[in-house]
């Protein structure tokens, strides 16, 4: 038995996006003729707490998110994905508890910009990974990345909070446009990351070329490693 293993619920929106967007991409790479075709997906939606400003909840979170990696390797998972990139964080974690090997959000989104060629590369997203520096170190040194000021920081955090209690409106999908193009403008970008699994679902348009958009990579990078593990 195999099966694609996701822990979801960071917001739980994203992870419901991740879930539908490997079901349409399926086909890509997999001849399917029917139903049983499809890869079984084991999606975890984890209420934790909040953590994508508030680190004092990332251990609480971590003990979480362990227990639910220990039930995607019960249920024959033999790939895993974290459908958040704040909760990558917490990837060295999680591996050193399963046999199961994760796919790297960052990895992934660097793999994609150095298949396309980029030089100067933004990121959009949450506090905790704009502190972080989980891109730095995923992304080639060849690479520069350059995060935004405090102001749209701030912007990024309310809207993505927005986004998973459902109130974001038509004002705020467009301020988010005007935000990336500004931001690409202003700092001669490449490209820019939407590095918050919830940035997508706010900006909603999957062909433009000027993001990179974390959960379709996420999705390709799942069942890619599906089905050559």
Do not use: W
């Amino acid at each position: 038995m195999t099966a694609i293993g996701i822990l979801g619920g960071m917001g739980p929106q994203a992870s419901a996006r991740l879930h539908t967007l490997l079901i349409q991409k399926a086909p890509n790479y997999i001849n399917i003729q029917s139903d049983t075709d499809f890869p079984e997906i084991v999606h975890i939606s984890v209420p934790v707490p909040n953590f994508i400003h508030d680190t004092k909840n990332l251990e609480v979170t971590k003990q979480m998110l362990i227990v639910r990696t220990k039930i995607l390797e019960e249920a024959g998972c033999t790939i895993n994905g974290i459908a958040c990139n704040t909760a990558h964080l917490l990837l060295d974690d999680l591996r050193s508890t399963t046999d199961v090997p994760f796919v790297s959000l960052p990895h992934l989104v660097s793999n994609k910009i150095n298949e396309m060629g980029h030089k100067r590369v933004g990121l959009l997203a949450t506090p905790n990974t704009l502190r972080s520096t989980l891109y730095d170190n995923a992304l080639s040194k060849e690479v520069v990345l350059v995060r935004p000021d405090d102001e749209v920081a701030v912007f990024l955090d309310t809207i993505i909070f927005q986004q998973i209690k459902g109130l974001t409106t038509i004002e705020d999908k467009k301020l988010l446009r005007e935000i990336v193009n500004h931001f690409i403008e202003s700092n001669n970008l490449d490209v820019v990351i939407l590095g918050c699994t919830e940035l997508p679902l706010i900006f909603d348009n999957e062909q433009d070329h000027k993001v990179i958009d974390t959960l379709q990579v996420l999705a390709e990078g799942l069942l890619e490693a599906y089905v050559t593990v």
